[in-house]
């Protein structure tokens, strides 16, 4: 399964709204996972089941969808939200496939 | 508290072997499984090898398949990558990460919840 995320930057202000995007090349019911990654670190795992949020993530993080679009949404950027965010599917496997990236970046 | 060290890396010539290890604490071990994913230099994220909580089913990606060998000591709490005739796009850093969800195969290559910091393998003349 080949995950696509769009777009592969986004240049945002803090405190705004972001939409990242992710679409699977089949369906994938809601096997799919977010993750964040800052410089020099592990990623993170934010979401799972597609909607759920993981232990201690903060609320203004939200996923989305099911089959084979998705959308992770933060309600209003932190500067610490500045890093990767990484989909992955793990409904068809091996192997299991995450999407290429998406940068958020200071605007 | 889950913790997972990575040790093993290093640089190795093209051809050459590498055996990584990951060190796993603060859960039962033997009901998890365990993967290896990794991540080329400024790349995104790779994965690369996956074993069951008992050690019986182990699953690789294509580009590693009859290279690398995946295993675990469950008496240790220890998750090993033998790595065999390294190439240069293997240079990478390789995390182990932990699947979310133990206690039946089905959860072998899961999501993960819990990633070590990494180790650095550079394939290199």
């Known amino acids: 399964t080949v995950m696509t995320q769009s777009p592969a930057t986004l240049s945002v202000s803090p405190g705004e709204r972001v939409t990242l995007s992710c679409r699977a090349s089949q369906i994938i019911s809601s096997d799919l996972a977010w993750y964040q990654q800052k410089p020099g670190q592990a990623p993170r795992l934010l979401i799972y089941g597609a909607s759920t949020r993981a232990t201690g993530i903060p609320a203004r993080f939200s996923g989305s969808g099911s089959g084979t679009e998705f959308t992770l949404t933060i309600s209003s950027l932190q500067s610490e939200d500045f890093a990767v965010y990484y989909c992955?599917?793990?409904?068809?496997?091996?192997?299991?496939?995450f999407g290429g990236g998406t940068k958020v970046e200071i605007k | 508290e889950v913790q997972l060290v990575e040790s093993g890396g290093g640089l190795v010539q093209p051809g050459g072997s590498l055996r990584l290890s990951c060190a796993a604490s603060g859960f039962t071990f033997s009901t998890y499984g365990m993967n290896w994913v990794r991540q080329a230099p400024g790349k995104g994220l790779e994965w690369v090898s996956g074993?069951?909580?008992?050690?019986?089913?182990?699953y690789y990606a294509d580009s590693v398949k009859g290279r690398f060998t995946i295993s675990r000591d469950n008496s240790k709490n220890i998750l090993y990558l033998q790595m065999n005739n390294l190439r240069a796009e293997d240079t990478a850093i390789y995390y182990c990460?932990?699947?979310?969800?133990?206690?039946?195969?089905?959860?072998?290559?899961?999501?993960?919840?819990?990633w070590g910091q990494g180790t650095l393998v550079t394939v290199s003349s």
């Open positions: 992955q599917q793990y409904n068809s496997w091996p192997p299991l496939t």
């Open positions: 990460a932990k699947a979310s969800r133990g206690g039946y195969s089905g959860y072998d290559l899961y999501y993960f919840d819990y």
């Open positions: 074993i069951g909580g008992s050690g019986g089913n182990r």
